[in-house]
T-cell receptor, first 117, second 115 residues
Framework: GAVVSQHPSWVICKSGTSVKIECRSL??????MFWYRQFPKQSLMLMAT?????????EQGVEKDKFLINHASLTLSTLTVTSAHPEDSSFYIC?????????????FGPGTRLTVT | GENVEQHPSTLSVQEGDSAVIKCTYS??????FPWYKQELGKGPQLIID?????GEKKDQRIAVTLNKTAKHFSLHITETQPEDSAVYFC??????????????FGKGTHLIIQP
């Protein structure tokens, strides 16, 4: 149980285009999902908290108009990187918070490698 | 906000020996401390966690200890095996208290198990 998937696993796009990344909880409902970014050989940095049915909460320094988050259902959150630039190239990882007794735990997806050329 | 420090950044041990990774945190309100293992190109995998109402937790070869007074927690891996080689991250959060309870991660420890 507690499996989280991401799609795509990797994507290459041209500068100025937009890219959508999907995060799904496969075997449980997740009212809260989180989006993290990880640069090579660095730690994970929280970008935003995604709550089903409401607006996302962004961390300081993260542009909400550039990183659009939609959490339309209890099993799906999407991150859209708009007008991508080479500096947006990174490993984007989502996590989903467990339910009930596991509400403290976060389960991570396999990540999406974004390369902007 | 929360700040998590993790040491060492790299740890090399002989197969069969023990490995210890230490973390400190700054926000006394944090009450949930998970440890993740990340292999190259993959997402982090939860290996063990501890809540602030517990001082120690063990799961087979892995154990975590927490000292809330000193605001530090440690990961202990005994009888290390080659497959334990990976990057390990500690993290802290306010738990499931609602609101912004995302994880603050340490910088990671690259654990190398020497055969």
């Amino acid at each position: 149980g507690a499996v989280v998937s991401q799609h795509p696993s990797w994507v290459i796009c041209k500068s100025g285009t937009s890219v959508k990344i999907e995060c799904r909880s496969l075997d449980f409902q997740a009212t809260t999902m989180f989006w993290y970014r990880q640069f090579p050989k660095q730690s994970l940095m929280l970008m935003a908290t995604s709550n089903e049915g409401s607006k996302a909460t962004y961390e300081q320094g993260v542009e909400k108009d550039k990183f659009l988050i939609n959490h339309a259902s209890l099993t799906l959150s999407t991150l859209t990187v708009t007008s991508a630039h080479p500096e947006d190239s990174s490993f984007y990882i989502c996590s989903a918070r467990g339910a009930g007794e596991r509400s403290y735990e976060q389960y991570f997806g396999p990540g999406t490698r974004l390369t902007v050329t | 906000g929360e700040n998590v420090e993790q040491h060492p950044s790299t740890l090399s041990v002989q197969e069969g020996d023990s490995a210890v990774i230490k973390c400190t945190y700054s926000d006394s309100a944090s009450n949930y401390f998970p440890w993740y293992k990340q292999e190259l190109g993959k997402g982090p995998q939860l290996i063990i966690d501890i809540r602030s109402n517990v001082g120690e937790k063990k799961d087979q070869r892995i154990a975590v200890t927490l000292n809330k007074t000193a605001k530090h927690f440690s990961l202990h891996i005994t009888e290390t095996q080659p497959e334990d080689s990976a990057v390990y991250f500690c993290a802290a959060s306010l738990g499931a208290g609602g609101g912004a309870d995302g994880l603050t991660f340490g910088k990671g420890t690259h654990l190398i198990i020497q055969p």
